[in-house]
């Protein structure tokens, strides 16, 4: 049947109105009845067209007449004689078979333009209402989209009469005939891919901070979520997260898992390249040598960071002054805007070293000349440390007075002891490097030295008092005049020797007479004596303590080699251990009790190196001789004899046991 043929009553047949078309039936139906207009044959197998059930069939009747083709009945009607039909010159009639070619034609390229399920199209909003959002894709039915799938991250709904989206066909029809759309699923696909692009070519993708969750944020990327840890919001810790929320932002896509449905975004690396490009480019534009005005961004001990451009530079301590800058803030300020020099660029780590001293001229120059060694000169204090203080001498030159030439007499923990800062003093150059740029400075050079006042009034030999300034184990110092102190070893406090503590004889604050004994002018160092002050007590034990004299002598120690004994203050000899006993020999001998008296003979003495030597064992063999000799005596022979008892003769007696000299 043609599309566009018309159908007209028949001649002799009453004219009755056309039958209304149910919508999508194909069926001709009676306003009335509901009924076909025109019986149709039961055996007549009909063919099913374009949408369900309508017949592609020319409609028949069970007359001759209303079986025949439409195209028939119009051909035969002005065969008729009885009535002839009316002609319509200005609508030529076309011919069957190129009217149907062209309906078939424009049936299969219907067919073609009509979308496939799964497939993405694109559709304009007709209108919006409580159901949902109504697109119109083209096709022979309209779509709907639930209205949350035009949320967006913020929740604000988003679409709008006449907006062109792109959605995705999910179903042809649904219960009241409308095609199933979805734009959220596009936009999650669409996402994907963006996220999937972004990895692979290193690019950044926009997104919105949602809101925080343990660890880090959720971001949305306009259709699917991601995760971006705490530590990669920013290039620094972020003090306050909540300000970051709900702000389009850019970030890298650092890790993705299609799989499990996880994304990993860093906004860090996204700053952090954008910083690199900016340096990059800020970079190629400066050179060394070129001055630059900047920003003082922060400081740190070594230095200051200053923003030139975007970019960072390091103004380094030494590069802030020609003189001497302990603290970076004694020069710069946060948030001040300075003008400095580009002293060198590194290519290969992007950092900028920048000058502040370096747009002026160099004043150590011609210092050398300008202040020779050994002058004297006026000089401010402008800071005090530990070890010294440091004095201006002129604008951007300053130098260190050590704290150990401040002071001949004082011994300084601190120069704050003496000096503030602002003092003005008048100080010597003791040595001068301009190339280190460094200046030593000296205080106590501008006044006569003690040590040489000293010399100069007295000689060694002299005696003079002084006082006990210290203690230590092997002696005391002693001050002689101020300024100048000697050491009084413990080896000049005694001279027995016996003396173990300095502090068993002298205490600290006391006042003592000493004797110089060696003043050493390069060293500048003095020895003392005590024990000098009296008699060396062995010029008169070399003559009183002569050998083979017998001594009563107190036990002083005990040493694995003998016993020490005194025989009167300051004089002490020492009874070896092969001399303790007559015959026996000991490697360890058997102490004798301290502070008891025994008898020993002397046996060797040296005067110049204060030393006697006694024998218990030649005592107890002398005191036998004179046993012996008093027993042979013949007034001594009250009984029997040693010879009749022995049976021995008195020359033999004599032989065996010879008489020693009285001298001896």
């Known amino acids: 049947m043609m599309v566009d043929e018309e159908i007209k009553p028949r001649p002799d047949e009453p004219e009755e109105p056309l039958a209304a078309q149910e919508i999508g039936g194909g069926t001709p139906l009676n306003d009335d009845m509901k009924i076909p207009s025109y019986p149709v044959d039961e055996n007549y197998e009909t063919k099913e067209g374009i949408g369900p059930g309508t017949p592609l069939n020319e409609l028949e009747t069970t007359s001759p007449e209303t079986t025949a083709k439409p195209a028939e009945v119009a051909n035969k009607l002005p065969e008729e004689p009885e009535k002839e039909v009316p002609s319509r010159p200005e609508e030529p009639v076309a011919e069957p078979r190129e009217e149907e070619g062209d309906f078939a034609e424009e049936l299969e390229q219907a067919l073609e333009n009509e979308p496939e399920l799964g497939e993405i199209v694109k559709g304009r909003v007709l209108r919006i209402d409580e ?79 949602l809101s925080k969750c343990k660890g880090g944020f959720v971001v949305d990327l306009g259709g699917v979520q991601a995760f971006l840890p705490g530590s990669h919001m920013d290039v620094r810790p972020v003090k306050d997260p909540d300000t970051c929320l709900n702000q389009r932002l850019q970030f890298k896509v650092i890790k993705l898992n299609r799989e499990r449905g996880n994304i990993v975004v860093s906004r860090r690396n996204h700053l952090i390249d954008e910083l690199n490009q900016q340096r990059s480019q800020v970079i190629s534009e400066l050179k060394p040598g070129r001055l630059v005005k900047g920003v003082v961004k922060n400081l740190t001990n070594y230095g200051a960071f200053i923003d030139i451009g975007g970019v960072d530079g390091l103004l380094h301590i030494n590069d802030m002054a020609w003189s001497k800058v302990t603290n970076p803030r004694q020069v710069v300020k946060t948030g001040k805007e300075i003008e400095v020099l580009v002293l060198s660029i590194d290519e290969a780590t992007g950092k900028i070293a920048l000058g502040l001293k370096q747009k002026s001229e160099d004043p150590w120059v011609n210092i050398a000349a300008k202040y020779p060694v050994e002058s004297l000169i006026e000089a401010e204090v402008v800071s005090l440390t530990d070890f010294g203080a440091f004095l201006r001498i002129e604008n951007e030159v300053e130098g260190l007075l050590p704290i150990s030439e401040i002071s001949w007499t004082k011994r300084l923990r601190h120069p704050k002891e003496i000096l503030k800062v602002g003092d003005s003093l008048r100080v010597k150059i003791l040595a001068l490097d301009p190339q280190a740029k460094k200046i030593t400075l000296g205080l106590r050079q501008t006044e006569p030295e003690p040590f040489a006042l000293f010399m100069e009034n007295f000689r060694n030999g002299q005696t ?79 003559k009183k303590y002569s050998v083979g004299r017998v001594v009563k002598a107190k036990v002083v120690r005990n040493t694995k080699f003998g016993v020490f004994v005194q025989m009167e203050p300051g004089v002490e000899g020492l009874i070896h251990i092969t001399q303790l006993e007559k015959g026996k020999e000991r490697s360890e001998p058997k102490p004798l009790p301290e502070g008891e008296y025994v008898q020993a003979k002397i046996i060797k003495v040296n005067s110049k190196e204060h030393k006697i030597a006694l024998s218990i064992r030649e005592f107890m063999q002398d005191q036998e001789q004179v046993e012996m000799k008093k027993y042979l005596e013949p007034a001594n022979k009250p009984g029997i004899s040693l010879g009749e008892i022995s049976g021995l003769s008195r020359e033999e007696l004599l032989k065996r046991f010879p008489e020693k000299p009285e001298n001896e």
């Not at 949320?151 to 009469?161: N, T």
């Not at 179903?171 to 999937?196: C, F, H």
């Not at 004994?517 to 010029?539: H, N, T, V, Y």
């Open 131 to 209: 159901e949902g959002v109504v697109v119109d894709i083209g096709s022979k039915s309209e779509g709907i989209i639930p209205r949350e799938e035009f949320l967006d991250a913020r929740g604000e709904f988003s679409a709008q009469v006449g907006d062109e989206v792109d959605v995705l066909l999910e179903r042809r029809e649904n219960r009241d005939g409308l095609v199933v759309l979805s734009k959220r699923k596009v936009d999650k696909q669409r996402s994907w891919n963006a996220a999937n692009m972004a990895l692979a070519n290193g690019t950044s993708l926009e997104g919105i901070a």
């Open 464 to 542: 003079l008092d002084g006082e006990v300034k210290s203690i230590t184990k092997y002696g005391a110092f002693v001050e002689l005049v101020e300024g100048v102190t000697g050491l009084l070893h413990i080896s000049d406090m005694s001279w027995d020797g016996s003396l173990k503590n300095p502090g068993e004889l002298v205490k600290v604050g006391e006042r003592i007479t000493v004797k110089i004994l060696e003043i050493q002018a390069d060293r500048k160092k003095i020895s003392l004596g005590l024990k000098q002050l009296q008699e060396d007590p062995w010029i008169v034990a070399a």
